[in-house]
């Protein structure tokens, strides 16, 4: 059975830095697309980036600098370091298998960027 | 970037109603249009891929069409679990963007 299970979120001061992890079982994240969405409170959803099985990766604008998205093949794990972090980076941020449709998610975990 | 138009961006409606969501591309996507299902609290769910194509284990109320730049999402008719909010996203080119949303509610 396929599972994606996020952990590392948590309450963060703007400027500061946050490493998120995405555990997956059932599959193996190397042979896999592996993407990241976030969803701040009350708003849509946003595409964030995603790592490919040859290991390109790809961000959109508002985290490109900023967010990096990385994986251990031992660990079968996912990763999103995120810095210089914003107010606007507050989401919900869910792992996701797919290059750009997503049919398995994980529960997903709260960012939250405040003073 | 692509950007996404969903109307209309909330809709009421009454159990065994049909409705139609639209969204539409700032730019051709060919048919690279997936329609997600969310509901609170919850990740979304994909419904409808490649525009047209149902995902394995969604009811086959649920529709899709369109190609180019216009695209719709049917529903047959509406059930209890129908209710929620649905997106359109673009898979044609990074960075995959979503529509802002249809929320869906009971009349």
């Known amino acids: 059975e396929v599972q994606l299970v996020e952990s590392g979120g948590g309450l963060i001061q703007p400027g500061g830095s946050l490493r998120l992890s995405c555990a997956a079982s059932g599959f193996t994240v190397s042979n896999n697309y592996i993407s990241w969405v976030r969803q701040a409170p009350g708003k849509g959803l946003e595409w964030v980036s995603v790592?490919?099985?040859?290991?390109?990766?790809y961000y959109a604008d508002s985290v490109k600098g900023r967010f990096t998205i990385s994986r251990d093949n031992s660990k079968n794990t996912l990763y999103l370091q995120m810095s210089s972090l914003r107010a606007e980076d507050t989401a919900v941020y869910y792992c996701a298998r797919g290059r750009s449709d997503w049919v398995y998610w994980g529960q997903g975990t709260l960012v939250i960027v405040s003073s | 970037d692509i950007q996404m138009t969903q109307s209309p961006s909330s809709l009421s409606a009454s159990l065994g109603d049909r409705v139609t969501i639209t969204c539409r591309a700032s730019?051709?996507?060919?048919?690279?249009l997936n329609w997600y299902q969310e509901k609170p609290g919850k990740a979304p769910k994909l419904l409808i891929y490649?525009?047209?194509s149902l995902q394995s284990g969604v009811p086959s109320r649920f529709s899709g069409s369109g190609s180019g730049t216009d695209f719709t999402l049917t529903i047959s008719s509406l059930q209890p679990e129908d209710f929620a909010t649905y997106y359109c996203q673009q898979s044609s080119s990074t960075p995959y963007t979503f529509g802002q949303g249809t929320k869906l509610e009971i009349k």
């Open positions: 730019q051709s996507i060919s048919s690279s």
């Open positions: 490649a525009a047209s």
């Open positions: 790592i490919y099985s040859d290991g390109s990766t």
